[in-house]
């Protein structure tokens, strides 16, 4: 079982509210992501983290914005939220290198509407 | 940048026969191709992998093979059983723990 955890699991808010999204993980892994999973199932990298204070967009653009001031933790804010942010949030994390056994661990999700 | 493409998007299969998804990547500089199921709720979590070094893995029912030539590789499920049911994905990406490209997914149904 990964030791991954996103919260909330859902989440239903207003038009043009702050949310931020929580992810951590204990593993001590160094690289982290953010996927955005369509109801028609397809991923898409939106942000990623290869440690401690680096943070990059990913090949999906996205108004949301994501900080890494601990290893363990890659939270994702939303500083006004439209219907159109309405998705499956994904986090995952996985070891830095090119080392065996360096599979990414995949948080629950949270599944976010915006009404 | 890498554009993963995988068919077929929807598979149903009798309980016993064999399942097979196929996945095409673009950039021939990818050399790690994991498979990742997703069971409904949860987030997607590895089966099986590959290194470009290799040209198949086996792992009890499942298999994976890989055309380096051709920049294809396709997943194998014998003797599926119920609790096969799930969404899969294939990946792509320059190296292992580096960021994954995704293919479009496939629900797989296996009926009783």
């Avoid at chain 1, 593993?27 to 401690?52: A, C, F, N, R, T």
């Avoid at chain 2, 290194?51 to 994976?64: H, L």
């Amino acid at each position: 079982e990964a030791d991954i955890y996103q919260t909330p699991r859902y989440l239903v808010i207003g038009t043009g509210k702050k949310i931020t999204l929580e992810c951590s993980q204990t593993m001590g892994h160094d690289k982290m992501y953010w996927y955005q999973q369509d109801p028609g199932m397809e991923l898409h990298l939106i942000h990623y983290s290869y440690g401690v204070n680096s943070t990059e967009k990913g090949d999906l653009s996205s108004e949301s914005t994501v900080s890494r001031i601990r290893t363990e933790h890659f939270p994702l804010t939303l500083e006004s939220a439209r219907p159109s942010h309405t998705s499956q949030y994904l986090c995952a994390s996985s070891e830095a290198g090119n080392r065996a056994n360096t599979e990414a661990f995949f948080g629950q999700g949270t599944r976010l509407t915006v009404v | 940048g890498e554009n993963v493409e995988q068919h077929p998007s929807t598979l149903s299969v009798q309980e016993g026969d064999s399942a097979v998804i196929k996945c095409t990547y673009s950039d021939s500089a990818s050399n790690y191709f994991p498979w990742y199921k997703q069971e409904l709720g949860k987030g997607p979590q590895l089966i099986i992998d590959i290194r470009s070094n290799v040209g198949e893995k086996k792992d009890q029912r499942i298999a994976v093979t890989l055309n380096k030539t051709a920049k294809h590789f396709s997943l194998h499920i014998t003797e599926t059983q119920p609790e096969d049911s799930a969404v899969y994905f294939c990946a792509a990406s320059k190296a292992a723990g580096n960021k994954l490209t995704f293919g479009g997914g496939t629900r797989v149904l296996v009926k009783p």
